[in-house]
C-alpha cells in the first residue's frame, strides 16, 4: 500500500498489463469478479490485444511478482449496499460493505471505464486508446449503505414479461444497482402454484441468479387480488361496484365479508407456505391501481381507505404467521394518481396494525415498458 494515497489519481487504466483478480470466494465475489474478468477480457480484444479473460484468484492479498491486481473484499453486512473503490497504477480495490454492495462497487469500476448497460441485454464498451489504455472518468467513489430497506431499488419481474427476456432483464437490474428482485407469487419457490415446468425452472433460475448476485428475493407484486383466489363460483358481493352493478374486472369489494375472508385464506396459504420470503408486495390490479368499489358500504370509504382494508386483512395474518416478514402496499397520492407510469410519491405512513409499515415510491422503466409489461424498478416499497 506504500504510496498509494500519492497514486490513486488516475485517469486511465492499461489494460495491456498483466492483469489478475484477487476474490475472497464467497458467492458475490465470485459474481463481481467474473464480470470484471470477462470485462477486461472484451476490452482487450477490442484494443487489439491477446484476448481471454483474466484470471481470477482465490486470495485476498496482492500477489508478489508483476501482475497488476483487482482486490475484492466484502463485509458481512448483508443489508448493506455501499462501498468504495479506487485506483492507482496496477492496483485497483473494490471493497463493498456486503456482497450486495462490492457488486454494485464492481459496475461502480466497470462503469468508469466508460461500460454501459442501457438497457436490457445491451452491453456498450468504450473504444481504446493507444496499447490497451482505457480512460477513467472517476479514479475511485466512495457510496453509503442505504440502512432503510425502504429505500432499496426493486426490480419487479411482471408475469407477462417473456421468459426469454427475463434473465437479461435481471442482469439490467444487477448491473443498474438494484437490491432486490421482486418475483410474482405463484413464481416463488416453494409457492409455485399451477404454473407450467418452464416458468417454474425460469422462477429457479431468476432466484439462484439473483442469489449469486446477493440480491434479496421478494415476493407479490400487483398481486393482492390473487389471494381472492378463484372468482367463477365466488359470491357475486364479493366484487367491486361500479354504477350500481357488480363487475368482477378490477380488485373487489373490501368491506365485503366473503371479500375479507378469501384475502385471510389465501394470505395464510401463501405465508405459511414461503416463510422464508421477508417482503410481500401486495398491490391493487396493475393499472387499476386507484379503481376501486362504490357500493353502499365502500362508499363511506376513501379509495385509499379500501386498500387499506384489504392489505390490513393480510397484514394481521403475516403478523401472526410470520411477525418478521413484512407486507409492502401500494396507493396512490391525491393528484398524483393520473400519473401514466403507475408513478406514487411516499406515503410515509406510520401503520398502527404492525405488519404494516411501507411506503411505495414506484417509478416506471420508461419506454421499455412498452417491451415489458409489468416489469418496473421500484425505488423504495417495502
Ligand atoms: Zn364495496
Redesign the pocket.
Known amino acids: 500500500m506504500a504510496g498509494f494515497a500519492d497514486n490513486y489519481d488516475m485517469k486511465s487504466l492499461n489494460l495491456s498489463q498483466n492483469w489478475v483478480v484477487l476474490a475472497p470466494g464467497d458467492d458475490a465475489s465470485a459474481y463481481a469478479a467474473a464480470e470484471i474478468s470477462r470485462i477486461f477480457g472484451l476490452l482487450r480484444r477490442k484494443a487489439g490485444l491477446y484476448s481471454g479473460d483474466i484470471p481470477v484468484e482465490s486470495a485476498v492479498s496482492a500477489p508478489d511478482g508483476p501482475a497488476a491486481a483487482i482486490i475484492l473484499n466484502a463485509g458481512a453486512e448483508r443489508a448493506r449496499n455501499g462501498y468504495s473503490w479506487r485506483a492507482a497504477p496496477e492496483r485497483v480495490e473494490i471493497f463493498g460493505a456486503s456482497g450486495r454492495g462490492l457488486v454494485n462497487g464492481a459496475y461502480r469500476f466497470l462503469g468508469a471505464l466508460g461500460v454501459r448497460w442501457p438497457e436490457p441485454g445491451v452491453e456498450i464498451l468504450p473504444d481504446p486508446g493507444a496499447d490497451g489504455v482505457y480512460a477513467l472518468t472517476e479514479s475511485g467513489a466512495h457510496q453509503p449503505s442505504e440502512p432503510d430497506s425502504a429505500k432499496w431499488r426493486r426490480l419487479v419481474i411482471g408475469r407477462e414479461t417473456p421468459l426469454a427476456d427475463r434473465m437479461h432483464i435481471l442482469h439490467w437490474g444487477i448491473r443498474s444497482g438494484a437490491d432486490a428482485l421482486i418475483l410474482p407469487l405463484e413464481e416463488t419457490p416453494p409457492l409455485f402454484a399451477a404454473i407450467s415446468g418452464a416458468f417454474r425452472r425460469n422462477g429457479e433460475l431468476l432466484r439462484e441468479e439473483a442469489e449469486r448476485a446477493a440480491l434479496s428475493v421478494e415476493a407479490g407484486g400487483w398481486d393482492l387480488t390473487l389471494l381472492i383466489g378463484h372468482r367463477v363460483f365466488a359470491p357475486k358481493e364479493l366484487f367491486?361496484?361500479e354504477g350500481g352493478r357488480r363487475l368482477k374486472t378490477f380488485n373487489f369489494?373490501?368491506?365485503?365479508p366473503a371479500a375479507i375472508a378469501r384475502i385471510k385464506r389465501g394470505a395464510e396459504r401463501v405465508f405459511a407456505a414461503a416463510r422464508d420470503v421477508t417482503v410481500f408486495h401486495l398491490w391493487p390490479d396493475r393499472d387499476a391501481e386507484d379503481t376501486w368499489?362504490?357500493?353502499p358500504?365502500?362508499r363511506a370509504f376513501s379509495r385509499r381507505e379500501?386498500n387499506r382494508i384489504a392489505v390490513r386483512a393480510a397484514a394481521d395474518v403475516l403478523a401472526r404467521i410470520n411477525p418478521a416478514a413484512r407486507v409492502s402496499y401500494f396507493e396512490y397520492v391525491p393528484g398524483n394518481g393520473a400519473a401514466v407510469t403507475g408513478n406514487v410519491v411516499p406515503e410515509n405512513t406510520d401503520d398502527e396494525t404492525g405488519a404494516v409499515s411501507v411506503r411505495s415510491n414506484m417509478f416506471g422503466i420508461g419506454p421499455l415498458e412498452r417491451f415489458f409489461p409489468g416489469t418496473r424498478l421500484l425505488f423504495g416499497g417495502a
Open positions: 367491486r361496484m369489494c373490501p368491506t365485503s368499489c362504490s357500493c358500504t365502500c379500501q
